[in-house]
């Protein structure tokens, strides 16, 4: 019983340390699709607007963008920048897509 202790101990401890290197692991903004805050944005309302190119629930997304662009208050303000968590090349995608 005591090598098993030693054996779940240890799966449990690396498990912690990759999850702890997982979540502070900075985001590479530069992949992110950036966009100016228009009258009547919320962080509900555009994660409802980009819903098709992110796969995260409504809550998810709003921690994304909070965490990122180290934010304490979800009101936003017009005409500020913010990251969101859709992929440029999945926005490129779509846009070149949509062409006639």
Do not use: C
């Not at 240890?10 to 979540?23: D, I, K, N, Q």
């Not at 009547?40 to 990122?68: C, N, P, R």
């Amino acid at each position: 019983m005591g090598k098993i202790h030693y054996v779940v101990m240890f799966l449990f401890s690396v498990l912690f340390v990759w999850a702890f290197l997982h979540v502070t692991q900075s985001v590479d903004k530069q992949k992110y699709v950036e966009i100016t805050v228009s009258a009547g944005d919320t962080l509900w309302k555009l994660a409802d607007k980009y819903k098709h190119e992110h796969q995260l629930s409504h809550e998810q997304f709003i921690q994304w963008v909070m965490s990122v662009n180290n934010r304490s208050d979800e009101r936003l303000i017009i005409g500020e920048k913010i990251v969101i968590p859709v992929l440029k090349s999945n926005s490129e995608n779509r846009l070149v897509a949509n062409r006639p």
